[in-house]
């Protein structure tokens, strides 16, 4: 198996991916990984190892880049030879901690879209408080949607949690103001349709204020909505653990009480820790794409790794086509 790696991307780049490549090696002994990037720039970091290929590019997509432009001129760049390497049948998935924009644009139009799907989505796994977490698609690919654009989200979501999670009936649930049937706008009353006419487990309606209790397995919605709830989670999560720190900080026996919850609090942030979980899949792609967290550390590359190896070994992208074509 061969997965290509944007050794450039991110804010931690390149020693957080590098890092993170050598421990995914040294992990995974089925796994062979292309790094592309400014040879130069990461060799401090390198080790020789016989299943890691490095391929020097000239250019790296940055952050600020227009996304599309950047895809069609940088074409030297890290973040394009590896996505070229997947659309040419060079490596069978690729993951980038890079320009997300730029990804999603390059995945779609290098690595291209599977016939039948009319919108990628973006996904990923987040935290619930039982430690099992929730698949929540889309997350910013597009922006706006329509009706049945949320129901492939769910079909890819389905498929995605049965095969890379061994659910047998993955509980799906539509993310909408409340809970009863005829809530919501037009878009999630549409949805809300055809969800229940489809073949998934379909839970029904379910609001943002549940979605760490775990109250479904595949959350739906559109971009704009997802993205917002995903950025909504993190800083609540960050700004909590900083009162935590504030308030464990604040005098001689609170540091003592600190103490003697550590290991209970190393636990809990365990359990909300986005390294955990790998990146973001760009679904509805021909082969895997993966978009990890801009400022990942070798921990969450190797995550995101994993992540586009087992989607590879259980040949999700195939079964979505399979089933978005039935």
Same mark, same amino acid.
């Given at each position: 198996?061969? &997965? ?24 995974? /002994? ?13 060799? /401090? ?13 000239? %250019?790296? *997509? ?30 069978? @998935?690729?993951?980038? @901690?890079?320009? !997300? ?52 989200? @769910? &079909? ?13 009936? /993955? ?14 706008? %037009? ?31 595949? *959350?739906?919605?559109?971009?704009? !909505? ?29 540091? *003592? ?12 942030? !365990? ?16 082969? /895997?794409?993966?978009? @990890? ?30 089933? &978005?074509?039935?």
């Amino acid at each position: 198996m061969k &997965i290509a790696v944007d050794g450039m991307g991110g804010d931690n780049a390149p020693q957080a991916i590098v890092e993170g490549v050598l421990l995914a090696l040294e992990e995974f /002994p089925d796994i062979n990984i292309q790094l592309y990037g400014q040879q130069e720039k990461m060799a /401090p970091f390198l080790k020789q190892h016989p299943r890691l290929d490095v391929i020097h590019c000239t %250019e790296v *997509v940055e952050g600020e880049d227009d996304p599309a432009r950047a895809v069609r001129r940088k074409k030297d760049s890290s973040m394009t030879r590896m996505l070229e390497a997947v659309a040419e049948g060079k490596a069978d @998935a690729c993951l980038s @901690a890079g320009n !997300t924009g730029a990804l999603m644009a390059g995945g779609l139009f290098k690595v291209g879209r599977i016939e039948g799907v009319a919108r990628p989505a973006l996904a990923t796994t987040l935290p619930t408080i039982d430690g099992k977490g929730f698949l929540m698609l889309d997350l910013g690919a597009n922006a706006d949607a329509k009706p049945e654009n949320l129901q492939q989200y @769910a &079909i890819m979501g389905d498929i995605y949690v049965k095969k890379v999670r061994g659910y047998s009936a /993955p509980r799906v649930g539509l993310l909408n103001i409340g809970t009863e049937d005829k809530k919501g706008n %037009e878009l999630t009353k549409a949805a809300f349709d055809l969800f229940k006419e489809s073949n998934f487990n379909f839970e029904g309606n379910v609001e943002a204020r549940e979605l760490l209790n775990g109250v479904a397995d595949v *959350v739906v919605t559109d971009g704009f !909505t997802g993205n917002m709830v995903l950025k909504s989670i993190e800083g609540t999560a960050g700004a909590l653990f900083s009162m935590l720190k504030e308030a464990f900080m604040a005098s001689t026996k609170s540091k *003592v009480a600190a103490v003697l919850v550590k290991s209970d609090l190393k636990v809990l942030k !365990t359990k909300m820790d986005y390294t955990e979980y790998g990146g973001a899949a760009l679904f509805g792609l021909q082969a /895997p794409v993966i978009k @990890a967290h801009g400022s990942s550390n070798a921990k969450a590359i190797y995550s995101a790794i994993k992540q586009a190896r087992t989607m590879v070994e259980h040949d999700v992208c195939a079964t979505i086509k399979e089933t &978005i074509a039935q």
